[in-house]
Each structure stands twice: as C-alpha cells, then as structure tokens.
C-alpha cells in the first residue's frame, strides 16, 4: 500500500515535471524578428562632426588630426540589432530582416514577419532632430494618438513603406495608401496586438530605465503610442525602439559604444524574457495568428 502510494507520488512528479518542461519548450518555440531600420540606399538619418582621430600612435598625441565623422543610421541600427539578436539566441528562434546592408520595403519586412511566423517583432531606429541638444530613448507600439511631436517621427520611419530600390511592385500596403482602409486596418491591428505591444514596450521601457539610464546619463523620453506601418504590417505584438539621437553629438558617440551597445541588448533581452512569462501564462489574452 505504501508502496502504491509512492509509484503515485512518483507519477505524479513525473507528470510535473513534464508538464512544466512543456511551459518551458512553449517559451523556447517563440520566433522573434528583429528589423534593423533601413539599409541599402536608404540610409535613414544621417550626422557628422568634426573629432579628432583615435589615438592610435600613443608616443605622439599632438598628431591626431581633426576629421568629420559620419554617423549613419542604417550602420547603427544594423549593429544594435545584431548585438539583440546574439542575446535573444540564446533563448528563442531569432531572425533579421537584413543581416548585411541591403535596401529592403518596409512591405518586404513585413511579410518576413508572416513568413517565419514572428510571434514578436521588434524595428530598430536611431532618432535624429534639428534640435543638437534632443537626447534619450524613446519606445513606440501601435496606437492611434494625437501627439504633433509622435507624427514627425512617423513621418521619417513611415517614408519606404513601398521604397524598395529594387522598384518591384508593391501590391501589399497599397491598402494602406487608401485613408480609409489604412483606417480600418490599422484599427484592427491595433485591437488584436495593443494590449500585448503596449506591455512588452513597457518592460523594455522599465528594463533601459533601471539598467541603462543612470548608469550612462541616457534620458528616458518614455514609451508612445504611434502609427508605424511596419509595426501594422507585421500583425503581431510588436515594437519600435528609437535607440538615441545621432543629431546630439556625445549620444552618436555613446551610441556607437561597444559596451552601451551590449548593455542596451542585454537589458532588451531581459525585457522580452520577462514578456514572454507573462504572455505565456495567459495575462495578456493575444491571440497568436498562427
Ligand atoms: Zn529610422
């Protein structure tokens, strides 16, 4: 009898065990897709500056010349996604839009998306202003808004939304040139995905702020609602970072910072983890379309 009572204890370990361990492969099976901004001749926000060359030559510093630095947004976003991607890895089944420096439509991206069957999606961006001194991390999900400065950012990132240099036809997001289907659409869109896309841009907003801000002076401008077709097109919770401000010279240079580059991923990573747990037990209600 004993006995008994012990293979049930056993079975019933066995059966958590197990089912726990399913939990845990349901988390592993999330698909993320990372999109690094622009690319090709798209080059997206560009600046430069006038620095002084690196010290390469210790035993003469008076030799460093004075030379104009170019800090192109394509180049960033391409090497903040690929320190995401090495992160992320780790855990899920991870792609990019572009791994190398292509020209791609905001409509090729998207349909990306559909293709490896993203249960995420995240664009990566560097904001640029005509104001030197507009500094900090900004994180964007889809919503209707009516914020003047939020449309100024659509406008830049919206621009190839059919932009693809290989002038292919476009058939996808005509939809969305049409004002009151692209109404409609992104209205559904943004019924289906915004509870979920609104939680997982505060857990990176909470994860940058605690991790990133104090530690490198990095100013939170906070998380937005906006209308980005490349978040709609890809139909599922999605993202937009708007890394830093290459207008703001000290941010281009901490932006191209090797260790602000893998601490900016690392505390990304962590944000989707932490996600991903609650949208694994079932708190969001997202339906995936899968
Ligand atoms: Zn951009």
Known sequence: ????????????????????????????ATTILIDPGHGGDDLGAVSSFMEREKDTQKDNQNSKKLGRVYYIEKELALEFAKKIYKELEKKYSVYMTRSFDNTISLDERAQMAEKVKADLFLSIHMNSSAKSSSQGFEIYYLDNHNDVAVRKVENVENRRISGSGSGGDIVNDSAFTDPIVHKILIDLIVERTVISSRKLAFEIHDELKSKISYKYNFKDRKVL??????????????????????????EAM?????NFQKEYAKAVASAIDRYLKIADSGKLGFVSNQ
């Open 1 to 28: 009898m004993v006995y008994d009572n012990y293979k049930n204890f056993l079975s019933i370990l066995f059966f958590l065990f197990f089912s726990t361990a399913n939990v845990q492969m349901s988390v592993q």
């Open 225 to 250: 609602a906006g209308v980005f077709y490349v978040l709609a097109l890809s139909k599922c919770p999605a993202v937009l970072l708007e890394v830093g401000f290459i207008s703001n010279h000290n």
């Open 254 to 258: 901490k932006l191209k910072g090797e």
